[in-house]
C-alpha cells in the first residue's frame, strides 16, 4: 500500500520490450536506501516489484497488461518519474489510501498559474470519472490530491509549489497522458452497495418483493 507522498523524482535509464517480457531500469537514490529483492516501489503511481539492484539504479519487470493500461509504455529513457517505497509500518499515513493498481489514464487538457497555485484539468473516460467527487481524493501519476472541480467529462486539481515541485508534474504540458488510479474506498462502497443478487439486473420488481417492499 501507498500514501500518494512521492519521494522522490527518479530518471528511467533503459525500458526493454520484447514480446512478453519487458523490464525497466531507473536511476534513483532514496527508494534505494532500504531497498531488497521483492520490494514494492509505485513508478508514476503503478506498483511495481524491485527484481534487480545496484548503489544508483533498480530494475522491475512489467507485463503487457501494465503497459496498456498505464503511460509506463510511453516512458523512455531520460524521462523523469515519480517514486515512492510502500508505506512502512511506523510510517505517517500522509495522503490517502492508494493501491498502486492504476485504473486508466487521463490527459492533461489545460494548465493555468492561480498565484502561487498551478491548476490543471484532466479529461477521463466516464469509468473513471463515475468515482470522482469535488474534494475527494484522487491519485494522479501516484500523486495523493484534493480534486477541486468536477464536470462530466474532466476535474481539475490545484496544485502548490512545494507539489509541482517535488514530483513531474510540473514538466508536464497539455496533451500529456497521465496516470489515474480512483479512491479505492469509492470502489469498495459501490460494490457492497450492488448485492450479488442485483449485480447483473439491478433493483426488479422480484428483488423487491422478496424484501418486504
Known amino acids: ?10 530518471t528511467v535509464k533503459a525500458v526493454h520490450r520484447s514480446g512478453s517480457s519487458s523490464y525497466i531500469k531507473i536511476q534513483a537514490e532514496k527508494v534505494l536506501s532500504d531497498v ?14 524491485v527484481t534487480h539492484f545496484d548503489s544508483t539504479t533498480f530494475q522491475a519487470d512489467v507485463m503487457n497488461e501494465t503497459l496498456e493500461r498505464s ?24 495522503g490517502h489510501i492508494v493501491s498502486g493498481h492504476i485504473d486508466g489514464t487521463g490527459t492533461v487538457t489545460d494548465i493555468k498559474n492561480d498565484g502561487i497555485a498551478t491548476w490543471y484539468t484532466i479529461a477521463a473516460k466516464p469509468e473513471i470519472m463515475r468515482y470522482i467527487v469535488e474534494k475527494g481524493s484522487i491519485a494522479i501519476d501516484g500523486i495523493s490530491l484534493t480534486v477541486a472541480r468536477v ?59 422478496k424484501n418486504g417492499f
Open 1 to 10: 500500500m501507498f500514501t500518494g507522498i512521492i519521494e522522490e523524482v527518479g
Open 36 to 49: 531488497h529483492i521483492g520490494d514494492s516501489i509505485a513508478v508514476n503511481g503503478v506498483c511495481l516489484t
Open 151 to 209: 464536470t462530466e467529462s474532466d476535474f481539475s486539481v490545484s496544485i502548490i509549489p512545494h507539489t509541482a515541485a517535488q514530483t513531474v508534474l510540473s514538466q508536464k504540458k497539455t496533451g500529456d497522458i497521465v496516470n489515474l488510479e480512483n479512491d479505492i474506498v469509492a470502489k469498495y462502497v459501490e460494490k457492497l452497495m450492488r448485492p450479488a443478487e442485483t449485480a447483473s439486473g439491478g433493483i426488479t420488481l422480484d428483488f423487491l418483493a
Open 71 to 94: 503511460s509506463l509504455g510511453s516512458l523512455t529513457s531520460g524521462s523523469p518519474v515519480d517514486l515512492e517505497r510502500a508505506m512502512s509500518a511506523e510510517g505517517r499515513f500522509g
